[in-house]
Structure formats: structure tokens, C-alpha cells
């Protein structure tokens, strides 16, 4: 590890929730953060709401499965906050549907954003990482990797995720490069909400209906997950690496 290695995080699908979250408490940690996401306007607001706060930021627009936009964006945050050394790699999308009822669209969009995406992103901040000799990868998977209902693309694409964090770790170990997965149960966001309304339910009944399966008797927040985020990027989890840690309330399989 370099004497004092860069204090620069990109995290991605920064535009609301889980992303949004890390994102605010990285800078309260001290890290001048890199906020990337497709929604400019989410990234925008949430970089200056950190500036505003005494921190540093930048909001980044751009699609993570195109690999110069990718490059593009990673080169900017390098320039204008200096290298990346964490990396947080949260963009995804869903496109839920049973298997018989799915397009290869379908298919094709949840593996590309997830894990083409996430590929790009590391391939690009890993040399920022390795020069350094110091770096932390935070990979978003799902409970849904175990398998869920309506959602074969999404299970299969957070599947893959852990695949590839326990690769990262095995390769970029060496250089000071630590990589873990988190694997968030429940979390009430937009995209759960969404959810509920394809549902036919009130957002706060779903809650309410998968609290009561939960053994903490409650819902994930985006800051339960960030919590989680700050201690893996933190110096005091250097030697975790290539885990996968389920934060859903109780235990999964």
C-alpha cells in the first residue's frame, strides 16, 4: 500500500437509492466520489448536495455497457478529483418477467447493464487501483442470486456478479486490491416501489407484507447498504476480500 493512497470513489447508478446513498456517505467518510449514472440530472443533484455539504463531487452522465463512454467518465473523475481507488459498481435494471413471457430484450438489457457494465467499469479504474497499490471494489449482487419468481435475467445476472467479485479478488489481491459483494435483501426504493405498483399493491403494504417475513421485523434502506459499503472500502476490511455478504435482515443460504 502506497503511503497515502487516492481518496477517490466512483460509484455508479449514483442517480437515487442504494447509489445515492453510498455515494453521500463515501463523502462524509472523505472520499471526493464520483457519481455516475444514465439519469444526468440525478448525478448532478447529488454531486452538488456533497460540494454543498464541504465535500467534492462530480455527477457523471453516461451508459455503462458503452465502453467509451465508460473510459470517457472514468478519465474525467481522474482529472477533476484525481485517481479513482474505490469503486462501487450498483447500476443495474430490471426487466422482471416469467421465463415463457421474456424477450431476449429482456434478457439481453438486465446481463449487459449488470455485468457488462460492471466489467467495463473495473477494467477501467483497476489500473488507477494497481498503480496506487491500494483499491476497494464493492460489487452490487442480490438475494435474487438464490432465485426468484418472474426474475431469471436478474437472478442470473446478480448470480454472476459473485462470480465475478471472487475473480476480482483473486487477481487484483496482489496489488492491494480488495473486491466484495453485497447481496441486499429487501430495500424500499424506487425500484422496489415500481415493483409494487406492477404488483397492484400500495408501496406500503408490500412493506408491511415483506417486513413480516424478515427476522428483524423490517425493511432494508439504502443506508443499511451504505453502511455496509463504507466498512468494506474502509482500511479495517483489507483483509476481506472475494465475500459475499448478504444484508437482508436475517440469513440466506
Known sequence: MSESPSRVAIVTGAGRGIGAAVARRLAADG????????????????????VADGGRAV????????????EAAVTRVAEELGAPTVLVNNAGITRDNLLFKMSEQDWDSVLTVHLRGSFLMTRAVQKYQTEQKWGRIVNLSSTSALGNRGQVNYSAAKAGMQGFTKTLAIEL?????????IAPGFIATDMTA??????????????TAAASQIPVQRVGTPEDIANLASFLISDGAGFISGQVIYAA???KD
Not at 31 to 50: C, K, N, Q, R, S
Open 59 to 70: 455527477g457523471v452522465a453516461l451508459d455503462v455497457s458503452d465502453a467509451e463512454q465508460v
Open 249 to 251: 435482515g436475517g440469513p
Open 194 to 207: 415500481a415493483t409494487a405498483e406492477r404488483l397492484g399493491m400500495s408501496f406500503e403494504d408490500f412493506k
Open 31 to 50: 472520499f471526493a466520489v464520483g457519481l455516475l449514472d444514465l439519469d444526468e440530472a440525478g448525478v448532478t443533484a447529488g454531486a452538488e448536495a456533497i
Open 173 to 181: 489481491g496482489k496489488f492491494g486490491v480488495t473486491a466484495n459483494a
